[in-house]
């Protein structure tokens, strides 16, 4: 019987064939927390053993439900005693990052906070991953990634990977909290500093429960997201063909539009794929009171930002969508009186498929050099060095994985979202293996206000969502890891 884990963009990914889980397990126990009330009066050792239970114990169909439920309950136990008892580490490590924000490819300071919350809890890892290969492009040598194993590291036995970015954004903070950027021009405002202190935690919980676990989960910490690709430069260097191969990818994002506690995501497209661009338009410059004897590239530069705006409405089906926006024109000069020899213009393309966005970046091209050209001017036009595909939520995955996370949502519901014109460079492992995207509610706090949207010098982050963010992560990678045991002790492949 062959029970795929992949859709249709996924041909030739199947769950795995049928091994035998014995041979690289290494602890058993049968102890199990047998309610909620107890569950949080018990002692790791007891969570422990009951996370062993739920592997290494036969359960029937009407017991089935208990035991994942009594699994939730003590990797929540777990994440309290680890995460949040200890001096509140889970918030004191975000908060550590938040005021060491690092641009893509120079995130040396955000390694070695990993890295030494990695060796406190004693977990092997290895680091020089994403190395830059576009320094003309993006400053910085690269090399900061991260990737740590923990459990069996048995090729026979399942593999999951769990992915958190580290980057920050070039933004002036404009918040009041105690803990603001120390880096004058440089914030976490997209809350990368949460999944990576998110993704810390969780490898501490998994760490804890290394001896019970029939696999391996692999953390992935990554740099450059923002614009760098980082993710593809990690699969490009193995980080998917190190043994274990790794049969499947989670990710999440916080999201300040969706109520704090609430997790969303859908089936399918979820973020865009997109392409940034720069044009430069030159003509001949000279004196302001004699433009007959220049080529103006300003008048150009803005006839095309117009055209421009056209690509959407004129090039793509009306069942289709796309997003053209220009969002820099610089013309490198001050005075008033000085028409200039050429303009600069920068912006993104964002479409919901591949194919979209080849159209609307071939249309960039021929309405670019058509306005130019009536207007006497040139134009060169440079792409970033990789487009970003769309993320694809595996739609086999996806039934599967949001059951897990709607048993860990505030409302025990997954919120069906719209796909958005964001774009999110998890869309590479989303392409090589199957993979699923959430999305982590946390627009509730006060304090500081955590409504803001992405991007924005005020954003805020509410807290309160990093011991979910950690379940969640946990949950997936434990229940995942069950899962395809499970279908391969059935003879499933």
């Known amino acids: 019987i062959l029970r795929r884990i992949a859709g249709p963009h996924h041909p030739t990914s199947h769950w795995p064939r049928s091994r ?34 739920y592997f290494f114990e036969d359960t029937t ?56 919350q990695l060796h406190k809890y004693d977990i092997a890892h290895t680091s ?35 992915r958190g970015d580290m980057d920050a954004l070039p933004i002036e903070e404009t918040t009041k909290i105690d803990f ?33 676990i029939p696999g391996t989960v692999r953390f992935m910490f990554q740099p450059a997201e923002e614009g760098g690709a980082g993710a593809k430069r990690m699969i490009e260097e193995g980080v998917l063909e190190l043994e274990p191969k790794p049969q499947c990818a989670y990710g999440m994002h916080v999201w300040p539009t969706l109520p704090s506690g609430a997790i969303g995501g859908r089936s399918g497209a979820l973020l865009a794929a997109c392409e940034r661009f720069e044009i430069v338009v030159a003509g001949t410059g000279g004196h302001a009171a004699m433009p007959h004897l220049t080529r103006d590239p300003i008048v150009a530069s803005s006839a095309l930002v117009m055209s421009l705006q056209t690509l959407v409405s004129r090039k793509l ?66 792409y970033s060095p990789d487009y970003y595909p769309p993320t694809i939520n595996d739609p086999e995955l996806w039934k599967f994985s949001s059951d897990v996370a709607k048993g860990l ?6 919120t069906e979202v719209e796909p958005t014109m964001g774009a999110e460079d998890f869309s590479f492992l989303a392409q090589a293996i199957p ?39 946990v949950n997936l990678a434990l229940q995942t890891m069950k899962r395809l045991v499970d279908d391969r002790g059935a003879g499933l492949e």
């Open 128 to 162: 020089g991953w994403a190395i830059n290969k576009s320094q003309s492009v993006f400053p910085g040598d690269g090399g900061y990634g991260i990737v740590a194993d923990i459990g069996t590291k048995c090729e026979s036995q399942p593999c999951i990977l769990l």
């Open 20 to 53: 035998s889980v014995v041979g690289c397990m290494h602890f058993s126990a049968s102890s199990t927390i047998a309610a909620t009330e107890q569950q949080q009066q018990t002692t790791p050792e007891e969570c422990r053993e009951a996370i062993s239970q």
């Open 409 to 414: 949502a505030k409302d025990g519901e997954i």
């Open 61 to 116: 169909a009407t017991t089935k439900n208990s035991s994942v439920s009594d699994l939730r309950e003590a990797i929540r136990a777990l994440v309290k005693h680890i995460c949040i008892d200890n001096n509140n580490e889970l918030i004191e490590t975000r908060r550590e990052l938040h005021q060491h924000p690092e641009l893509m490819y120079q995130e040396k300071i955000t390694n070695s906070i990993i890295v030494r």
């Open 317 to 382: 089906s009306p069942l289709d969508s796309g997003v053209c926006s220009i969002t820099m024109l610089k013309t490198g000069g001050d005075a008033f009186n000085v028409i200039p020899a050429s303009v600069r213009l920068r912006g993104t393309i964002r479409a919901l498929s591949d194919e979209t966005l080849h159209t609307l970046r071939n249309a960039v091209h021929e309405v670019s050099n058509s306005v130019a050209c009536a207007h006497g001017c040139s134009v060169t036009i440079q």
């Open 435 to 473: 993979s699923t995207f959430f999305l982590l509610g946390q627009g509730c706090g006060t304090d500081p206000v955590s409504s803001y949207g992405l991007h924005h010098p005020s954003f805020g982050l509410d807290e309160s969502v990093l011991s979910r963010g950690v379940e969640l992560h």
């Open 180 to 212: 603001a950027s120390k880096h004058r021009g440089t914030m976490h405002a997209c809350g990368h500093d949460a999944h990576t202190s998110m993704l810390i935690g969780a490898a501490s919980v998994v760490k804890y429960v290394e001896r019970c």
